[in-house]
């Protein structure tokens, strides 16, 4: 009836799922205990949770089965994990890696059964301990790879490694994880995409997801680079806003000069005023990230309409 | 008569006030640097469950919870005049959506009634 991860878990008769997983001295923190501070977030891996058990959540987490144990009393049988497990590692094979940019290569690897929402990242392993977390921007009803854009730093453990790497070539992936995708968004509002350097990857995911579901609404896609090698897929999305009438790309070179700061994130405060009804995703550096969602959330904006993943570099 | 979570509309109430009140505590500038670096999706979460317990509603809450959440913030000289603050958002929000002020002076009291676990006193 209820397990967690391998682990059967004994289920009393009105008991909810965190005090299963208390009384079996599973470590699950919680808080409020009555499904409002979301302390407890759990996710259901097999079944599905009660609709009760997931009021408050994003769209997204509904989606991949987040549910609060505090006020979960299951109807089904359930198998649950932590929120942050990413499951196995799975076996990919490089298909191709090649330059976008002077720093920035698309990587594809081959992975069986890897199920994915456009706009998710997975764990990346290259040998032991080398990881890191990449966005896709790969479409699994179209693409039969994983598609990623990974920025290289010049000294970053994981960059050489890559510089290594040719097609055939074996490694890791885990996941996917993140609600940074298109889910929750009515088919006729305003998409607002906004992203620096490689936090292109996981919008350009999300764009050709929303595409593909017929969305009406107007969509406007940000991307910002600190020079013109930067913005990597200019000509792909300047030919696709010129074939799509409601799909408007801007290019945001970095201009140290302008009066606002010349960022991306400048010119998108300046000419976005009226976002209270626009679903918002945004991707790239922390501080770009965190600059945005507050600054959209004060002009009005709901939180539950702001999608974001902050990249953290790390080379 | 109803409870008082009951008269102000439960979790309708709760969602309505939820955001408004936390756009008020984030231009307060009184208050606000206590919210810097803090994960938005995650405080939404967490001014939903408080809102929830000052409106009176369903809640499991300890004095042990109030006092671990805010440690961090007393370290970093949170005393009275925040938690006035909070709660003075706290009525301009109620007051927004037309709560009758019988209903603003209960929220008020039930706010102020964790203030020595908040402070950690």
Redesign the interface.
């Known amino acids: 009836m209820l397990k967690f991860e391998d682990r059967s878990v004994e289920l009393r008769p009105g008991e909810t799922v965190l005090e299963a997983l208390e009384r079996a001295g599973i470590d699950a923190p919680s808080?409020?205990?009555?499904g409002?501070?979301?302390t407890c977030l759990h996710r259901a891996v097999e079944g599905v949770p009660p609709p009760d058990s997931q009021?408050?959540l994003t769209q997204g987490q509904k989606a991949l089965g987040f549910f609060l144990p505090c006020v979960c009393l299951p109807t089904s049988p359930l198998t649950i994990t932590r929120p942050d497990n990413v499951g196995a590692r799975r076996d990919a094979v490089i298909r191709a890696i090649e330059p976008l940019a002077p720093d920035v290569i698309r990587l594809r690897v081959d992975a069986d059964d890897f199920a994915y929402r456009p706009g998710q990242f997975l764990e990346l392993v290259a040998d032991g301990d080398l990881r890191r977390h990449y966005s896709l921007a790969s479409h699994p009803e179209d693409d039969p790879f994983l598609e990623m854009h990974i920025r290289l730093h010049e000294n970053g453990r994981m960059s050489r490694r890559l510089g290594e790497f040719k097609p055939g070539d074996r490694l890791h992936v885990a996941g996917p994880s993140g609600t940074c995708f298109y889910e929750g968004v009515h088919e006729e509002q305003r998409l607002l995409l906004i992203g620096a350097g490689t936090g292109l990857a996981p919008l350009y995911g999300v764009l050709r997801d929303a595409l593909k579901r017929g969305h009406l609404g107007p969509i406007r896609l940000y991307h910002g680079a600190r020079s013109r090698d930067g913005l990597y897929l200019d000509e792909e999305l300047k030919a696709l806003s010129r074939t799509r009438a409601h799909v408007d790309y801007r290019p945001c070179l970095l201009d140290p000069n302008a009066p606002a700061g010349g960022d991306v994130a400048a010119t998108a405060l300046h000419a976005e005023q009226d976002v209270k009804d626009s679903a918002i995703f945004l991707c790239g550096g922390e501080n770009l990230v965190k600059r945005l969602?507050?600054d959209f959330?004060?002009r009005g904006a709901?939180?539950k309409n702001i999608r974001s993943d902050a990249f953290t570099p790390s080379g | 008569m109803s409870n008082l979570y009951e008269r102000l509309g439960g979790e309708n109430a709760v969602n309505a006030a939820v955001e408004l009140f936390y756009r008020k505590v984030l231009a307060d500038g009184r208050i606000a640097q206590f919210f810097d670096g803090v994960d938005m999706d995650q405080q939404i979460a967490k001014q939903k469950s408080f809102l929830t317990m000052a409106f009176g509603g369903p809640n499991n809450y300890t004095g042990a919870d109030m006092r671990n959440a805010h440690k961090r913030l007393v370290a970093k000289g949170l005393n009275d005049s925040h938690v006035d603050a909070v709660i003075e958002n706290l009525n301009y929000t109620l007051r927004d959506l037309g709560v009758p002020e019988k209903e603003v002076k209960e929220v008020a009291a039930i706010a102020n009634s964790v203030r020595d676990d908040v402070l950690n006193r």
Do not use: A, L
């Open positions: 808080s409020c205990r009555s409002n501070c979301q009021v408050g969602k507050r959330f004060m709901s939180m």
